[in-house]
């Protein structure tokens, strides 16, 4: 039991440091007025979007709520319902962050780089730990009151299911103003990004927020949620002590507030030294702190257990590397891409492809010899401790990849406010590096779901065991195979469905651009304001009309395929779902940062630079990029968990 | 034994019936001289291509021949060569026809566009019965000589060898050429297509038979003879008699040939109706073929077999209705992707993938539904015999398809001739029809390959079996987890590396048209010749030295899982090339097609017409979509047989 206070100390420390980094950035200079005002204008944006995300999953989430308790008793809905909340609250208060940490990056960029950076690394920090702390706070306390294992699939199944919407309304949201925006922008109108007579500039910023903010932090907060929740699932089934798992992810946490003290710039170009500084320090804290950890509970085989943890570790740097790799300018995916430009938008889209398709094979090499290698090592235990200390680090990951929105928006604010040239400057090169640690946490996110793959299964299959029923999902069973390639639909028709709402909602914004400045006269010569509040209220509405059916979906087909074909078929529909899942989503996600990052190699004046062929081609790429890697590739990863948690909660029904 | 003769003098008719078309066709008129000197540029071309090809494989065919009679006897080493050989001879053959028919179509357009399509439709047709009449011969001649099922699995890999080679070089040639003539012709000179002043116009056309006709012909006969050895190999294990497959294969072609007399045009715009009319004969005659050879086998449980097989009928019809509605300018997918090009060259790009994806829910729940409606008709033998009964329709199918192909190159005679406009017209409606049965076709063989899945596992297992090896190969199974993923990374890994093969070799095609442009003066002006055989040649060689990688990689990603990790990770991966396989396949095949003809619709003048806007971003579709349909889609269908088929010849070796 001390332990357990151990682990919920450690938790409230870090909510209470996070509570502290927040007050001393609201303390920060926020600027001159005009700049405030427009950090206000994408504050409001961001919280009239956030609010609305949530009246639209409220009923949703009250109804699943009732079909849980009528069907599986109180404690499952009542753990729902409070991961559904903490999710919702860890995408709040993270966001609540980013809108007050922005426009004040913005004036520390007056000063320097290093400031600047300081205060964006501090307030991704301010996510980071909320988003951690509650969920390790939360998941521990309903364990040590209720410590009930249906009612804690059910606090995984609302992360989960929020995560779901939180991803796709964000990330339609931001795709949808973002593309929007360039099209009539940059593209028809000729002014550059972020320009304040673009009618649709505010719902741009307000996109990064709600999208790579707020939907990040929920798809995070999930994905730690459900690692622990099947870490203690596996320990419960084979006997292992229950604090385990929690002190791994207690261990993950404290790495990581060491680490996030180790993230100084040495010079005014080492942004990417400072954040995988502080990676590194926390990576090898928690080592230590497992083989602490691995002498104490298995004096005799503690080089196991420690093995499976370090594996862990070692798959979020493999992964780090591996990102970096296809998304930096200096190696040859990017390169190759921004090549293919050259010879027109035909040539960069299909080079982009090859990549993405390509960036997904290291990965899933490493993921399959991760699993095979703690399995080895210690059992299904071995694979589900992995995951988690893999997903123990999401303090400091969540931290460097947050940093990102936070600079974006800053480099917005400083453009709209007609700042000087150096702190745009400053803030681009801190958003460039944004775009590489968003990359790579979307890759840690679907690795760890790769890894969890095998894991989720078994628990799966336990649960049908302990209901007496002993199922073989053999591949040579027709009903499996069925199984596998309904399974390797849904993250098919779920990507087309999101990349289509982005379409549909972003021809929306192009049209309210069109008619503003053709109803505003004067926008263009800057003698009258756009109407910035009904371009962010159309994308509002759009975004979260568009994200229900895909979210909705694939849970229905899972109760469809289990409850008409029976669990061997809904056995192989889990494979199926992960299966093609890790792929469309590496791929997505790789490729967009690739094609991303390709345009920015050109715009640095290589093949021709800003105006040229290639780049008007580039840019082509990056739009159909932004799609991928921000709205389907993404949400993915908290869509596939909702369906395995859906199929261990319905096992009692189908024996 | 009586059987078997009727199977081989079946067979026998429908190469007589083809030799005697074939000859029908060299009687008629080739047209004017400058026809005939375009003809002859295109088949020199077309050939040098098929010869140099099968120089460069036959050492490595010869190698493995070499290694299989070490490792695995004389018969399975035959049995390779045999299968080899007959597969090329497919695709030599059918292309020979291809290039003495598509200027006799051109010629016979003068006289009306019912002409011209009788002239292609039977061109077509001889490569439809040459194929299918020697994959049935060579197969039950081996069967009625040797006995041995081996060597049969021998034939199968030969067939599915080269044919993985020759449509993944012709592929990588007919793409390359089509995107570098198009990117330097069209979009830099502003020159139309087909223009006789574009350096690589007859390295286009040269594509269109070396691809879409050999290549083509080659996947289909290894699909046939795939088809045909799975059914012999599962009828074998359950002790049925071994002349039905080979029954059921000679009915489909009587029907077959049955059907090819019932395509005549009703008016000059009903072309697509009578080729579906020849399927429907086709499909009608096989039933009704079907219903006699079910109740004389099986009198009691007649019904149950006689299902099996109308599946594999439907499923046929069904993929045709889907990928029809997929790649129809009538229905919702290509009017989304044409009206999504009027945000320009991005989200036409956006929606073209979304649509590619969407393409794959229909396609896989038909192929799950067909699959577990035989199985439970009639086991494991039910699901073969369907695969079986939907391949036996290839003789009609490949005539349709090969139909396309011929009506291009028509097309392109006709342009650089400076035919009258209405003879262009002709051909173009008629290549607009072949546009679509292409698509079909390719959804045909990757559908049978899902179909075929189970069974060809199944014998795999079956393989372990009786060596005395029981393996359960349970996804609960790290080994098996572990082999699903690498086996899912195949098709994108090689999807990847096609796409980036036809980028390269379509930059050498752009190179060498601007160096022509350049050094050649008078080109423009028409008052110099380009130098055709000189952008031939670069293709060539550009497309035979990329073609090796793609096509080896999967042997040799699949013998090192087996001998690494053992059967079981190796089942895993025949399972994880499916259900990726399936899926990047379909959504290529379809979505390349719906690009196509989304630019296609554009210019009937539809959203601005040629020339807008819409119309580029249409284009810039078109060209992503190039490689996705002929390239990458449809070289995956062989490929994962091969897989599948490597796997059963070493199983030998892992027990």
């Not at 979007?49 to 639209?56: A, N, S």
């Not at 290291?362 to 988690?388: H, K, N, Q, R």
């Not at 529909?573 to 920015?600: P, R």
Request: proline share 4%; hydrophobic share 55%.
């Amino acid at each position: 039991m001390i332990s357990f206070f151990v682990v919920l100390i450690v938790a409230l420390v870090a909510i209470a440091y996070a509570l502290f980094l927040r007050w001393r950035i609201a303390q920060l200079p926020a600027g001159s007025p005009a700049m405030r005002e427009i950090a206000r204008a994408i504050q409001e944006g961001s919280f009239a979007y956030l609010k609305r995300q949530y009246v639209v999953i409220a009923p949703i989430g009250i109804g699943i709520a009732a079909l849980l308790w009528a069907g599986l008793g109180f404690l499952v809905a009542l753990g729902f319902l409070i991961g559904a909340i903490a999710s919702s609250a860890a995408g709040f208060l993270g966001m609540q962050t980013a809108v007050i940490a922005n426009v004040r990056v913005a004036q520390a960029a007056h000063e320097g780089i290093k400031p600047a950076f300081a205060v964006a690394f501090r307030g991704g920090a301010v996510t980071g730990f909320l988003v951690v702390g509650l969920a390790l706070l939360v998941t521990a306390l309903f364990w040590i009151i209720f410590g009930d294992m249906n009612g804690m699939i059910g606090l995984g199944f609302g992360g989960s299911l929020i995560s779901v919407f939180a991803r796709l309304g964000g990330g339609i949201y931001t795709k949808a103003a973002d593309v929007g925006a360039d099209l009539v922008g940059k593209v028809e109108s000729g002014i550059p990004e972020d320009d304040p007579r673009n009618p649709a500039v505010i719902a741009d910023n307000v996109g990064d927020n709600v999208g790579d903010d707020a939907g990040m932090a929920a798809d995070l907060f999930e994905t730690y949620v459900v690692s622990l929740v099947a870490a203690l699932l596996v320990g419960n089934q084979t006997g292992h002590p229950v604090i385990i798992p929690f002190l791994v992810a207690g261990i993950g946490l404290v790495a990581s507030l060491v680490g996030s003290f180790a993230s100084w710039m040495k010079n005014d170009r080492a942004i990417m030294p400072a954040l995988y500084r502080a990676l590194a320090v926390a990576g090898v804290v928690s080592g230590a702190g497992h083989i602490i950890l691995s002498r104490w509970f298995f004096p005799n085989e503690w080089a196991a257990l420690f093995g499976s943890l370090l594996i862990g570790l070692l798959l979020t740097g493999a992964m780090m590397l591996i990102t970096e790799y296809y998304t930096s300018k200096r190696a040859r995916p990017v390169q190759t891409i921004a090549r293919a430009s050259q010879g027109g938008h035909g040539t960069n889209v299909i080079m982009g492809l090859a990549m993405g398709m390509e960036a997904t094979a290291l990965p899933v090499i490493a993921i399959a010899a991760a699993m095979l290698g703690s399995y080895l090592l210690f059992g299904l235990y071995g694979v589900a401790l992995a995951t988690l200390s893999m997903l123990s680090l999401a303090g400091i990951i969540i931290t460097i990849d947050a940093f990102g929105p936070i600079t974006d928006n800053a480099g917005g604010i400083a453009e709209m406010a007609g700042l000087p040239d150096h702190i745009r400057a400053a803030t681009d090169s801190l958003d460039a590096v944004g775009n590489t640690t968003k990359a790579v946490t979307k890759g840690y996110a679907i690795a760890s779901a790769g890894l969890a793959a095998l894991v989720l299964f078994s628990a799966y299959t336990e649960a049908l065991l302990e209901r007496g029923k002993i199922i073989f999902f053999e591949l040579a069973d027709p009903y499996v195979v069925v199984g596998l390639f309904v399974g390797g639909l849904i993250p098919y028709l779920f990507s087309s469905m999101a990349m289509r709402a982005v379409g549909k909602t972003a021809g929306a914004v192009v049209e309210e651009v069109r008619r503003q400045f053709r109803e505003i006269p004067g926008i263009m010569a800057r003698t009258a304001k756009p109407d910035y509040a009904r371009a962010v209220d159309i994308v509002t509405r759009a975004a979260l009309r568009e994200m229900i059916m895909p979210s909705l979906f694939p849970i229905a087909l899972t109760l469809l395929i289990a409850f008409a074909l029976g669990p061997a078929a809904l056995g192989g529909l889990l494979m199926g779902v992960i299966a093609t899942g890790l792929f469309v989503a590496l791929s997505m996600t790789s490729g967009g940062a690739a094609w991303d990052d390709a345009k920015k190699y050109i715009e640095e004046g290589i093949l021709g630079g800003k105006g040229s062929l290639a780049h008007q081609a580039a840019v082509t790429g990056d739009t159909v990029g932004d799609p991928y890697k921000d709205t389907a590739g993404p949400a993915i990863n908290p869509m596939i968990k909702v369906v395995n948690i859906v199929a261990l909660l319905i096992v009692g029904f189908l024996v």
